[in-house]
């Protein structure tokens, strides 16, 4: 994963943006609807599903969008036009794939903390299969399925003690992880499978980690993944399913980044699983809408500081976290078809806290207040993980389409942000 080093030690990123994507023209864009906006080319993203798809075929295999990627209604309903399932992590991505017209049956529910509530909820609704991250989650999907008088679908979640070499804190698949179970304690839930009255334990699930840019750590951990099928099938446990999580990396920095190809990584899939007959689940998120999408945001100022040159952005933190949250590289150009000459900024948003920085020490054409910028690639986590921090509103987000464009957010009003703080007015006992 690239991260927030100064220009100076690497490559030049490009310096101009395209003035349209999806040919839709990006000033027109942002005058008519205002920044920050997030705007995503659903042609990228289909063609993103259809190279995954084409590089599947002959397999029995499904995709499952990870919705935390981008949960946007009308990304998910286009997920779903394109025979893409979910793979959910709460009740309220549930409820926004059902919503978006995602049948159940193409709907997979992964995570450490599935409450009580979210299990009933999803067994309810007849989702595919739980991924099962621990035994009591195991013991709870078994008494909750009992109760409805129906048998739940599971594969328990791998943790393959593999070393995904991307940013620690979206790293899963090592044993200090939170995330699966080892390989141990998965045989012991396989040996006493059949004390599960009413959960059919009969798949396998792996995710190491997130922006992933090398075949290896995917390789090494199907490797183990294959390995204890075999020995499931050998001591007569058929699997029915292997999940092989999502995970693959695209490229934040141009000339830096190198993503594999879809062919290739499904290359080690069917290398690392050659044999197996059942049916292979795959849950890309960013692959899928990463580079599909932009932040659009424009330059409130140029600040000179003390020791550095501020450009100071309209979008923020609250927009966009993983700048602060992973010191993630994200390329910014300006939407402008001229060359300009070259300075150097740091370039922050408005929030009060030095962490609200998008690039610190980038090279960048110059640029003056109300020009308009691109912050690239940030379909996937982007709108997703954006808070209201500052009091600052949700920022629009667009779909844009061979020249068309549709508002899929609209820009929170004030009313909407404060709704649901009532004054403190009607004072009760517990
Ligand atoms: N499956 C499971 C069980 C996951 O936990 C995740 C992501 C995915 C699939 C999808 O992974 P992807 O294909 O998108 O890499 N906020 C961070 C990323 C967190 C990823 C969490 N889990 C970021 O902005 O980089």
């Known amino acids: 994963m690239a991260f927030m080093t100064p ?16 040919d839709v023209d990006l000033a027109a864009l942002a005058a008519r609807l205002g920044t920050p906006l997030h705007a995503y080319s659903s042609s990228a993203i289909r063609q993103r599903i259809g190279g ?38 709460s009740v309220g991505e549930l409820r926004r794939s059902l919503h978006a017209g995602m049948p159940p049956e193409r709907i997979v529910f992964s995570g450490v903390g599935k409450s009580a509530d979210e299990i009933a909820g999803a067994l309810t609704v007849g989702i595919h299969r739980f991924n099962v991250e621990s035994h009591d989650e195991l013991l709870t999907l078994q008494r909750l399925a009992k109760v409805q008088g129906v048998t739940a679908r599971a594969a328990v979640r791998i943790n393959p003690d593999v070393d995904a070499h991307t940013h620690a804190k979206i790293s899963t ?8 179970v080892s390989i141990d304690e998965a045989r012991r839930w396989f040996a006493e499978r059949k004390q599960l009255s009413h959960v059919q334990l009969d798949g396998l699930h ?17 490797q183990r993944v294959a ?13 029915s399913s292997i999940d092989v999580g ?4 695209v490229c934040y920095r141009a000339g830096e980044d190198h993503p594999v190809a879809a062919a290739d990584y499904v290359g080690v899939i069917r ?3 050659a044999g197996y007959r059942g049916r292979l689940l795959l849950e890309p998120g960013r692959y899928l809408v990463a580079e599909a999408g932009v932040l659009l945001t424009r330059v409130i100022r140029v600040k000179p500081g003390i020791e550095r040159q501020f450009l100071v952005l309209d979008a923020a933190m609250n927009d966009l976290q993983r700048p602060s949250l992973y010191d993630a590289w994200h390329d910014i150009v300006p939407v ?21 920085t998008f690039a610190r020490k980038r090279v960048m054409p110059e640029c003056v207040a109300g020009d308009l910028l691109l912050i690239k690639a940030t379909g996937a986590y982007g709108a997703s993980m954006a808070s209201t921090y500052n009091s600052r509103p949700l920022a629009a987000e667009v779909l844009l389409n061979q020249g068309r464009y549709a508002v899929v957010r609209r820009r929170q009003h004030f009313e909407e942000m404060i709704a649901g703080e009532p004054p403190a007015r009607h004072w009760e006992t517990t």
Not at 227 to 239: C, K, R, S, T, Y
């Open 7 to 22: 220009d100076s030690v690497t490559t030049a990123p490009p310096l101009l943006a395209d003035t349209a994507i999806d």
């Open 52 to 89: 995954l798809q084409a590089a599947l075929r002959g397999l029995d295999a499904t995709i499952f969008f990870a919705v935390k990627a981008n949960p946007n209604l009308a990304i998910l309903q286009l997920m779903s036009n394109a025979g893409v399932g979910a793979d959910i992590v």
């Open 173 to 180: 698949g090592k044993s200090e992880n939170k995330f699966g």
């Open 206 to 222: 792996v995710h190491i980690g997130s922006q992933i840019l090398t075949l290896e750590p995917f390789r090494l951990a199907l």
């Open 227 to 239: 390995a204890f099928w075999q020995e499931l099938e050998q001591a007569g446990h058929p699997i």
């Open 246 to 249: 999502g995970g693959l990396g």
């Open 271 to 273: 290398e690392a699983l």
């Open 336 to 356: 402008a078809d001229e060359p300009r000459p070259l300075t150097t900024y740091d370039i922050v948003g408005p929030v009060c806290e030095t962490g609200d």
